[in-house]
């Protein structure tokens, strides 16, 4: 794969996807298989589709951008690889989630990196997501294995709306202390989730905040109309939001509709946060901030190392020790 790789990187001139192409051949001519077990199909296809389209998020608009279109462009290439060869290409890409540890402190370490999501198929964690279940089992693994305190590492730009509450409410009723360590992205989903640690500490360049909701809708109108379409569904009586979000665009009710629907999950988000971290939302407006402004926003706790934030759990757990 190194030798494909450096093939595919002397010709400059050649596309980002012409040079994936040259390393999946190279792939595929070293990993023959008559009759592969495919990695997934038409459904996780769709489902992965609607998230992207339709589905509401809590994430930094820009990585949004980037992640929708990185998928449209790469996953129909991967869609049909064996599984495990696969995993073995997309680890080449996608920096892949390690399970949680505990280690001879009692400290459990958990990951929460990449695009956040609910119910992930296989492939979709391939491309470096993260599922909340995921997250929500690791949990319960480590104290029910006797962990003493756990460490989040945070590199997330946040991620899907759907279980994002769930997931946040678990981590905040863990009973032992809690901090969490961010060298780049604590953002919004992944915000929600770490804001109840005790000690929260970012390096001076990570991001931290986003706090809000984004739904991204496409206005399709002008094309429809140069196409000579024409969006006419058939539904129920009185039932004019049935088909929100399927046509070129959206009448007033039914934008009316779906902003209500965003401003109530940014309350929730909001409130979440609030019962952990007294914060001025008029001055955030939605934003992510570095280091320094994160701390005056009070964001985070401290502008630090991974080592200060495993310090501070280290010193509550000598805290909580019996005395002889």
């Known amino acids: 794969m190194a030798r494909c790789m450096h093939e595919a990187s ?3 001139d050649r596309s980002n996807d012409q040079n994936v192409a040259i390393c999946l051949d190279a ?6 298989s008559d009759k592969p077990k495919s990695t997934g199909g038409g459904v996780w296809l769709a489902n992965l589709h609607h998230k992207l389209r339709y589905c509401a998020w809590y994430i930094l608009p820009s990585y949004f951008a980037s992640l929708k279109l990185a998928v449209e462009e790469q996953v129909k ?44 198929a296989p492939i979709e964690k391939m491309l470096g997501m993260c599922d909340y279940e995921d997250i929500a089992t690791e949990v319960a693994g480590a104290l029910e294995s006797g962990a003493k305190a756990i460490l989040f590492t945070l ?6 709306a759907n279980g994002a509450a769930e997931t946040a409410a678990q981590i905040a009723q863990i009973s032992v202390p809690k901090a969490s360590y961010t060298s780049d992205l604590d953002a919004s989903a992944c915000y929600f989730l770490s804001c109840s640690c005790d000690y929260k500490v970012a390096s ?24 000579g379409l024409e969006w006419k569904p058939i539904i129920g009586e009185n039932e004019q939001l049935k088909g929100a979000g399927m046509g070129p665009g959206l ?35 939605g934003g992510s901030y570095f280091g320094a402004q994160a701390l005056d926003l009070n964001l985070i706790d401290a502008i630090g190392s991974y080592d200060q934030a495993y310090q501070y759990l280290l010193d509550q757990i000598d805290k909580r020790q019996p005395e002889s």
């Open 77 to 120: 290439a991967f869609s049909a690889m064996p599984q495990q060869e696969a995993a073995d290409m997309f680890s080449l890409f996608c920096p892949q989630r390690p399970p949680y540890e505990i280690d001879r402190n009692g400290i459990a370490v958990i990951s929460i990196q990449g695009v956040l999501g609910n119910g992930l």
């Open 27 to 32: 792939w595929r001519g070293k990993h023959p």
């Open 204 to 227: 001076p360049s990570a991001q931290s905040g986003a706090i809000g909701t984004i739904m991204p809708l496409i206005d399709e109108s002008r094309m429809w109309d140069a196409l």
């Open 10 to 12: 002397k010709n400059k």
């Open 251 to 285: 009448t007033d009710a039914q934008r009316e509709y779906y902003q209500t629907q965003v401003n109530q999950m940014s309350a929730a988000f909001r409130d979440f946060v609030s019962d952990y971290r007294e914060l001025d939302f008029g001055k955030l407006r």
């Open 155 to 160: 590199s997330s730009p946040g991620g899907e």
